[in-house]
């Protein structure tokens, strides 16, 4: 059966969470860029055509297909990021909009490129299919999401203290990768783990990028000053440092 989320996903909460990380979004967002960069190494786009970056943030993959030549639409839910992708002239065209209300003409697009947006929709199945429908008969796509299993450290640090852990729920990646390749894509799953000097740097990580947003809504009260001053005893780290360990999906036309 399709994963459906059974969250009530709040497109607005999501799009203003965004917009509050956008102007400091970079400093913070090595996890998108790295995991972009794997979804990038599958990509043979030489050939110049009409790019849509769904799910653009704050412009980083849309510079460098448009410095490839491509013409490059930056599309994202949040108005804030798409400022700051147009204040770093990172796109030919700016549109805002929703990706589970995908805008676009049926085969219009060359080239739909969507690193870690998918994750923030109801339904993986139709949303990938919306996308699909908008590519011309030749068109490509690549795509990454977040699966179920990611942000473990998170689940470990609450548990030892009694509390449920400020995580999304994701769909199970199995379930994704096999979602993937029914709709004629070529999916793979694989581990990205990040490292921080300081637990409280792992957990700024994820509000720099706005991805602090839960779909249940904030718990009252994580612990308090006394929790914060624990957690260096209670994260899982090793000699690289604090880690963040996510699960990604990837999928491209075949």
Request: with cysteine; aromatic share 12%.
């Amino acid at each position: 059966m399709p994963y459906k989320s059974t969250s009530v996903i709040d497109k607005k909460a999501i799009a203003q969470a965004f917009s509050r990380a956008a102007k400091g979004y970079d400093q913070f967002a090595d996890f998108q860029r790295r995991v972009g960069q794997q979804l990038l190494s599958q990509c043979d786009w030489q050939i110049p055509g009409q790019l849509v970056d769904a799910g653009a943030g704050s412009g980083w993959f849309s510079r460098i297909f448009r410095e490839q030549g491509h013409s490059v639409t930056a599309f994202d839910l949040s108005i804030g990021m798409l400022q700051q992708a147009a204040a770093h002239h990172a796109a030919d065209h700016y549109v805002q909009g929703d990706l589970e209300a995908f805008p676009f003409a049926a085969q219009s697009i060359d080239y739909l490129w969507s690193n870690l947006a998918l994750q923030w929709c109801s339904d993986f199945a139709v949303t990938v299919n919306q996308l699909q429908q908008a590519l011309k008969p030749e068109g490509r796509l690549a795509i990454s999401t977040l699966a179920a299993g990611s942000l473990p450290e998170l689940d470990d640090v609450w548990q030892q203290v009694g509390r449920r852990a400020p995580v999304n729920q994701w769909e199970n990646a199995d379930s994704l990768v096999k979602t993937a390749e029914s709709l004629g894509l070529y999916a793979w799953q694989a581990p990205v783990v990040c490292y921080f000097t300081t637990p409280l740097a792992a957990l700024w990580s994820l509000k720099g990028i706005g991805a602090s947003h839960l779909h249940a809504g904030r718990q009252a009260g994580l612990g308090g000053r006394r929790f914060f001053e624990q957690l260096p005893q209670y994260w899982p780290r090793d000699e690289q440092g604090y880690r963040l360990t996510y699960q990604i999906v990837f999928g491209v036309t075949r």
